[in-house]
T-cell receptor, first 114, second 112 residues
Framework: DAGVTQSPTHLIKTRGQQVTLRCSPI?????VSWYQQVLGQGPQFIFQ???????GRGNFPDRFSARQFPNYSSELNVNALLLGDSALYLC?????????????FGPGTRLTVL | AQRVTQPEKLLSVFKGAPVELKCNYS??????LFWYVQYSRQRLQLLLR??SRESIKGFTADLNKGETSFHLKKPFAQEEDSAMYYC??????????????FGKGTKLSVIP
């Protein structure tokens, strides 16, 4: 298993555009979480999905949305991009939705907004 | 709201010296605490979690609820320990719902 995979690796967009980031969890993992990591900061929680339902949402505006598909892969969408959305977006998967479970992280998608 | 504080942005120690990376948390419920590590050009990965009470790569961390701390310690630093370390707090907000709150991270540099 290649672990959690994310695409694309890098992305450059301009202000006002929309972007979709993709994540494939480890086979058998049903929980997917998204994090935003701004340079010099720790990852910040955006969403958590389990069994295709949104189970948690961080303090992010409605411009951020996500979904999980029947195969447990996930997409993160960001509308009306702002310069401040420039960050590394991390996806993490877990075998179950329990707080003590290890989360396995992907390599991230580096988004640059110009 | 939950919060994780890592007071040191950068910690430099000599090889063979003891290491302590500090982590304090703020949370009204029962905390689940983790240390994640990111080595150069690698992805973020779990180092250890308090519920397991284990030693990984010589590192240990003890949850002190009185001081709301979860410091990471190793008696003798090695060069391969150089990495970015994040303390994280997992909180449960309902059935199947949880989130990780990370500190800002401490960059550990072990000097040969």
């Amino acid at each position: 298993d290649a672990g959690v995979t994310q695409s694309p690796t890098h992305l450059i967009k301009t202000r006002g555009q929309q972007v979709t980031l993709r994540c494939s969890p480890i086979s058998g993992h049903k929980s997917v979480s998204w994090y935003q990591q701004v340079l010099g900061q720790g990852p910040q929680f955006i969403f958590q999905y389990y069994e295709k339902e949104e189970r948690g949402r961080g303090n992010f505006p409605d411009r951020f949305s996500a979904r999980q598909f029947p195969n447990y892969s996930s997409e993160l969408n960001v509308n009306a991009l702002l310069l401040g959305d420039s960050a590394l977006y991390l996806c993490a998967s877990s075998s179950a939705a329990r707080s003590y479970n290890e989360q396995f992280f992907g390599p991230g998608t580096r988004l640059t907004v110009l | 709201a939950q919060r994780v504080t890592q007071p040191e942005k950068l910690l430099s120690v000599f090889k063979g010296a003891p290491v302590e990376l500090k982590c304090n948390y703020s949370y009204s419920g029962s905390p689940e605490l983790f240390w994640y590590v990111q080595y150069s050009r690698q992805r973020l990965q779990l180092l250890l979690r308090h519920i397991s009470r284990e030693s990984i790569k010589g590192f240990t961390a003890d949850l002190n609820k009185g001081e709301t701390s979860f410091h990471l310690k190793k008696p003798f630093a090695q060069e391969e320990d150089s990495a970015m370390y994040y303390c994280a707090l997992s909180t449960n907000s309902g059935a199947g719902s949880y989130q990780l709150t990370f500190g800002k991270g401490t960059k550990l540099s072990v000097i040969p």
